[in-house]
């Protein structure tokens, strides 16, 4: 039986930009950080200011560079990211009826600390997507409701109209858990993915909103009956032939978790060799916390992995 090559435990190994930003945190480094932020692309940008905003201590040095200079927009947006990273650990991913009263009590004052440093940002900088990003997060833990949540994505847009980190966000707010249906999420899905040039990531929305429909049908068999539906699985290979089928995708940062949310689709269709040929293009990288529905993330995507080498057939 064929092997995956061994699964790097790291969801970030792939990414150079993730490393660099790593050296910089752990070092001090602010001219160091200030120029990989400089240099990045939207996308990039947003998603190194989620890892940040993972990095134990970053809170307490990003507040030494605003005493040093209050009014710097980077500091000012990561720290407001770093806040709701915080919230969203301390809320835990349990439903709402599993969460206490203290949990939710420090949730949310940390998500209108956030809110206050955020503010400030888009108003002097409106065309800085990742605070507006971190604002739909925001939205949705503060409970502040679907249209306030698609202001700010509609004003992210008008700066960036193909920017995936918030389009997940928003489509997050979209689902049925947090006051939105289904219709809505696979309307604004599959607008998101037309709108985008072939060989962008954005149909990974396509599937991810079918995903998220495990939290419906509680179960795997359930969720993979939804996704051998006829008109479904059409759906979901016409999206993955837009995006990681395509050859104009790249593999900028993103593209794993990309890969890995079309795996998983794959596996619970029980297309092993669809399903193998991402977890090919992945080698040893994959992003665990896409399998967080199934159980114990690392080890299902091991499974998974494991599966479709076994019933994939040869390549």
């Known amino acids: 039986m064929p092997l995956p090559p061994p699964l790097n435990r790291d969801p970030e190994a792939a990414y150079p930009e993730v490393a660099a930003l790593r050296v910089a945190l752990r070092?001090?480094?602010?001219?160091?950080?200030?120029?990989l932020f400089a240099d990045a692309?939207?996308?990039t940008a947003s998603h190194l200011a989620d890892v940040a905003g993972e990095w134990g201590g970053v809170e307490s040095f990003l507040q030494l560079r605003l005493r040093a200079d209050p009014e710097c927009q980077l500091a000012r947006t990561l720290l407001g990211a770093a806040l709701v990273r915080a919230g969203w650990r301390i809320r835990t991913g349990a439903t709402?009826?599993?969460?206490?009263?203290?949990?939710?009590?420090?949730?949310?004052?940390?998500?209108?600390?956030?809110?206050?440093?955020?503010?400030?940002v888009t108003a002097q900088w409106p065309d800085d997507v990742t605070?507006?990003?971190q604002r739909i997060s925001t939205?949705?833990?503060?409970?502040?409701?679907?249209?306030?949540?698609?202001?700010?994505?509609?004003?992210?847009?008008r700066h960036r109209?193909?920017?995936l980190p918030a389009q997940l966000a928003l489509l997050q707010q979209l689902c049925p858990k947090w006051g939105g249906d289904w219709s809505a999420v696979d309307t604004f899905a599959r607008s998101c993915t037309e709108a985008a040039p072939p060989g962008a990531p954005q149909a990974v929305l396509v599937a991810q909103?079918?995903?998220?429909?495990?939290?419906?049908?509680?179960?795997?068999?359930?969720i993979g009956d939804h996704l051998r539906s006829p008109d479904v699985a059409e759906e979901i290979h016409a999206a993955a032939d837009r995006s990681v089928r395509h050859p104009d995708f790249t593999h900028t940062v993103g593209w794993v978790s990309v890969r890995s949310t079309f795996a998983l689709v794959f596996h619970l269709m029980a297309e092993h060799r669809a399903a193998r040929e991402q977890f090919d293009a992945l080698g040893p990288y994959g992003t665990p916390s896409v399998f967080r529905y199934l159980g114990d993330p690392v080890?299902?995507?091991?499974?998974?992995?494991?599966?479709?080498?076994?019933?994939?057939?040869?390549?």
């Open 27 to 35: 070092d001090h480094d602010w001219p160091a950080l200030r120029a």
């Open 41 to 43: 692309d939207a996308a």
């Open 96 to 120: 709402a009826d599993r969460v206490s009263s203290d949990r939710f009590s420090r949730f949310h004052d940390h998500l209108r600390r956030a809110e206050q440093i955020l503010i400030d």
């Open 131 to 133: 605070a507006w990003t």
């Open 139 to 157: 939205a949705r833990g503060l409970e502040l409701g679907q249209a306030e949540a698609r202001r700010r994505y509609q004003r992210l847009a």
């Open 161 to 163: 109209p193909h920017h």
């Open 209 to 222: 909103g079918h995903l998220e429909r495990i939290v419906e049908y509680g179960d795997l068999r359930g």
């Open 299 to 315: 080890a299902r995507l091991g499974q998974a992995r494991t599966e479709a080498y076994a019933k994939g057939g040869d390549r």
